[in-house]
């Protein structure tokens, strides 16, 4: 901040605040007085103090600030207040506020004047203008600055899976799509992206990425993780944190830990209770974690509500300090998941009231309880365990202390306030994050079927196309609490008339709805078609009748898939499946385009639909990348991230996988007694078609044997066979041929998205090092042991073109 601009700041407060916040010459007097050359007087006692020296280390700025503040002061650096609309009643600060507890500051202030999707308590005229956005908080900023005795600047966060959850920021598909793109670099500048957008709106934290594997696709969280394996997630987790943390904003984890898979993949009230045992849980769930924080640094953690082996995480010692901290090296913040303090009282039980849960948690590791709740129900009762000497000053100064030096890595005690508000009308949402932002949307499409080349269509070729199915038309999926709202968005019917000429002419009929009437319950005992359901189906096949080709857009919407939106079923809901068939009937070639959040069940599509295209939850702008690919503007090479299963019955059914796990029952020979279940997933984890073809050759390793402590260089030749450009997705799995303890059949060690032209090659190169090749032995020690293991590539983890041996010595 510069050190000359008092002025305007007093200018600024006094007409922006007007009767909220009155200025009179005394106030502005003590303003002059802060603002310093080069620091600012946060404490107002006229002198630099240490804390406020930019010249001193961050480790003696914290010692001196901790040593001024009293124990209001501190506990208040272990609470978030939620923003306007959430917690909030005031958009700008208000004289009450010396009466609220904030008076002694906050640790954070999460989702302020955001105007955050689907909260109309949340909307507010400061959210946008964005330079309108970043005066408000500053004003909101310089009231903790200069109406607290000791100034602490407030760490703003915000979510930021989709984007930045800010209105009209740039918004990403769904997580799971990112996912699909299998694209390091895109995803880093997604995370500028979403960082620099953070940085001039005046937010200094993100709550992104989530790194909980997806291993159960009835879990309705499924559409915000990246996939299924932790390799694949720790790569694009890195590179996520990497990017939002480049452009001086942390990066705060979700969820730690052991989140994603509660108890037959139920949601809403459970969240608990996950049956994982201690190996696979370091190497499935806390492998993103661990890799994370040790390759990229993030500031922030955000602890989970769910126990695990009969002790709930947010009031582990063992996650949050041993593991966390000792063994991981984070050294950042940890802020609880909203109730995941209550709940160590209300749910877990494990606590006799929610003043015992927070002992528990503060002593365990927390530093900031959130909530959507008065920050004053959490700080009177911590106030009252300082007092009684249930939790020690030592134990709470620790917790204040790593707060503390995450807002001056921050630099929020030498410019805490953004500069520039104008900045931010020409930084946020510009015409390359749109057009990046197209890009991501594109790169997370995956090609499931295509029959006899179904797909692409000719723009040039005469046809009449009829779109159909209750999800062309909708747009609900393109906007996510999590991410940025109130940017237009564009159905895929509407994408796809855009290609509309003399020669290619489209219909729409909606053909049924989403889900119908006593769903999910009707996917226990089926119910007749009511005869508007009939005569909806029956109206989208006469239009078929005269089409030339269909293009069936079905799936599921952000009501059936989401936060507390786990399933039971992973079929088509609704009367989906029955349109499908109705539309068969009439023997015109079907595509579909599948939107949803999840893996689907959706067996008979897969044999009876000429082509399959998997577009996950587009951003607003995504339909555009659906017609494209549809019409062979672009041709889709992402792949999946997770495991389609044929039936619920299968579950779990993911990758990794031990060996034999997946194995198929015979109906004969050793072990065969008949035909009793179904074998196999419907399409495996990795698993994505292109318009082209690839092929792979010259598979390298050097050296085939070294020593334990050594790197494997590994290269592999791919060539574009085909006649269209396309991407490839170039896959590296290794296997341990013989091991101490069971581990996984194989395990994805690298991967690299490339784009040829047809008669294109490139060599591929990748590197093994030691802890790829780890495992966890019978004493729980992560080694790498001696003796023979097995590249293999290829473009899916069941299509494998080319191995090779190498030794470890």
């Not at 997705?729 to 041929?737: A, E, G, I, M, S």
Request: net charge negative; proline share 6%.
């Amino acid at each position: 901040m510069s050190v000359n601009r008092t002025s305007g700041i007093v200018l600024f407060v006094s007409v922006v605040l007007g009767a909220h916040f009155p200025v009179d010459s005394m106030a502005q007097n003590k303003t002059k007085s802060i603002y310093q050359k080069g620091w600012i007087d946060f404490n107002k006692n006229g002198k630099k103090d240490i804390y406020e020296d930019p010249a001193q280390s961050i480790e003696r700025r914290v010692e001196d600030l901790l040593s001024q503040m009293n124990t209001d002061e501190k506990t208040a650096q272990t609470a978030t207040l939620y923003g306007y609309g959430r917690v909030l009643q005031d958009e700008l600060p208000r004289p009450e506020w010396k009466n609220a507890i904030w008076k002694d500051g906050i640790a954070n202030i999460d989702e302020e004047l955001n105007s955050v999707p689907n909260n109309k308590k949340a909307a507010t005229s400061y959210s946008y203008p964005f330079s309108k956005h970043v005066k408000a908080k500053n004003t909101v900023q310089r009231w903790f600055i200069e109406e607290t005795r000791l100034g602490i600047p407030v760490d703003f966060t915000n979510e930021g899976i989709h984007g930045l959850c800010h209105e009209k920021a740039t918004p990403f598909c769904a997580p799971i799509g990112i996912g699909s793109t299998w694209n390091k670099n895109l995803v880093g500048k997604a995370g500028h992206i979403v960082g620099r957008e953070a940085r001039v709106l005046g937010y200094t934290n993100v709550y992104a990425p989530i790194l909980d594997p997806a291993r159960d696709p009835r879990w309705g969280r499924v559409v915000e993780c990246y996939g299924e394996d932790p390799f694949h997630i720790a790569e694009l987790g890195k590179q996520m944190v990497l990017g939002i943390q480049a452009e001086g904003v942390a990066a705060t984890l979700k969820h730690y830990a052991v989140y994603s898979v509660p108890k037959g993949g139920r949601d809403g009230h459970a969240r608990t209770d996950p049956h994982v045992a201690p190996r696979e849980m370091h190497q499935l769930y806390l492998y993103p974690f661990r890799r994370v924080i040790e390759e990229a640094h993030p500031m922030g953690v955000m602890s989970s509500y769910n126990d695990w082996d009969g002790i709930p995480v947010t009031g582990s010692y063992y996650f949050l300090t041993e593991l966390l901290r000792n063994q991981f090296g984070f050294k950042g913040y940890v802020v609880s998941d909203s109730e995941a303090v209550e709940f160590i009282a209300s749910k877990h039980h494990v606590a006799a009231d929610f003043k015992g849960a927070i002992e528990q948690a503060l002593k365990a590791g927390l530093n900031v309880w959130t909530n959507f709740r008065d920050p004053k129900i959490y700080l009177e009762p911590l106030r009252e365990l300082v007092k009684e000497g249930r939790v020690s000053t030592d134990v709470l100064d620790q917790r204040v202390r790593e707060v503390l030096a995450v807002k001056f890595r921050l630099g929020l005690f030498d410019k805490p306030l953004v500069e520039d508000p104008g900045k931010a009308d020409h930084l946020v949402h510009t015409q390359a994050d749109r057009d990046f932002a197209h890009q991501l949307n594109r790169e997370a499409l995956v090609l499931l079927k295509n029959e006899a080349k179904t797909l692409p269509m000719s723009k040039d070729k005469a046809m009449k196309v009829l779109v159909t199915g209750p999800l062309a038309e909708e747009v609900n999926y393109t906007v996510s609490r999590y991410g940025p709202g109130n940017n237009p968005s564009l159905s895929i019917y509407k994408a796809l008339q855009a290609y509309g000429t003399e020669k290619v002419k489209f219909d729409y009929a909606r053909g049924c709805d989403i889900v119908n009437e006593g769903w999910p319950g009707t996917e226990l005992v089926p119910t007749p078609l009511t005869d508007e359901e009939n005569a909806g189906i029956a109206a989208a096949v006469e239009k078929a009748k005269n089409a030339d080709v269909i293009v069936a857009v079905v799936g599921e919407d952000e009501k059936r898939v989401g936060e507390s939106l786990s399933r039971t079923s992973l079929d088509l809901p609704g009367r989906q499946q029955q349109l499908l068939e109705a539309l068969h009937k009439t023997g015109k070639p079907i595509i579909v385009v599948l939107v949803n959040g999840r893996p689907l069940t959706i067996n008979w599509a897969d044999q009876n639909v000429n082509a399959i295209l998997e577009a996950w939850f587009p951003g607003p702008e995504g339909a555009k990348a659906v017609a494209e690919s549809l019409f062979g503007d672009y041709n889709p090479g992402g792949k999946l991230p997770v495991t389609f299963p044929k039936s619920i019955g299968q579950i779990e059914l993911n990758f990794p996988f031990k060996p034999g796990s997946h194995a198929n029952q015979p109906s004969s020979g050793d072990n065969g007694f008949g035909r009793s279940r179904v074998n196999g997933p419907l399409y495996p984890f990795g698993f994505g078609l292109s318009y082209t073809t690839f092929d792979y050759d010259n598979l390298k390793i050097s050296p085939e044997k070294q020593a334990a402590a050594g790197n494997f260089k590994v290269s592999v030749d791919i060539s574009n066979t085909g006649t269209l450009k396309g991407d490839e997705v170039v896959q590296l799995y290794v296997k341990d041929k013989l091991s101490s303890v069971v581990v996984y059949d194989s395990q994805l060690r690298g991967f690299e998205r490339i784009h040829l032209v047809p008669g294109e090659k490139k060599t591929v190169t990748f590197e093994l090092k030691p802890q790829d090749l780890e495992l966890l032995n019978r004493d729980m020690q992560a080694v790498v042991e001696p003796g023979e293991f097995e590249v293999l590539i290829g473009s899916s983890s069941t299509d494998i073109r080319q191995r090779h041996l190498f030794h470890v010595e």
